[in-house]
């Protein structure tokens, strides 16, 4: 029993990780310039997790970052695996409450994949994410206009291990 109590909050440790790797701190800025619409990926593996982030821009403004995930369950038992879907289970139901968030996971005979929307193309919804604390967001906040696309690539590559694959 003691394993099991042990493996579980190994887990639920894992899964912040792997929920959360989402939380990276974006960067904010107060102008946005140009308005025409790129998308940027980035993808990399780390903790047995591996990542893909599609940023969607409009010149340096962040308007919707998804992030797909996976997680390999050849070392999981049957015990932990629902302990994982448990987890993600309340993660679904923390970000799936806001409008401007969408949540969903897969489990497969083999992996998790986490798929992860969050739309910024809003003052009111940068500032309603940073008070929910779905992302991490570096500086104010309350009082911006955007998050800055240049500045979340070089903080994801930095922080995260994740590398641009396509612009």
Known sequence: MFLLKEREINMKNIIKVFALVLSLCLCVGCSSGNDELKTVKLAGEGNGVKTEMILEAKGDKVMTQTQISK????????????????????VEKMYNEYDFATYS??????????????DFSTKENIKAIGEAGLVQIEGDSE????????????LSEKNLGLKVVSE
């Open 143 to 154: 009082n911006t206009d955007f998050i800055s696309l240049d500045q979340t690539v070089e």
């Open 105 to 118: 996971y897969e489990i497969t005979d083999t992996d998790i994949i986490e798929n992860i929307t969050i």
């Open 71 to 90: 997680m390999s369950l050849k070392d999981f038992d049957a015990d932990t695996i629902k302990v994982v879907k448990d987890s993600l289970l309340e």
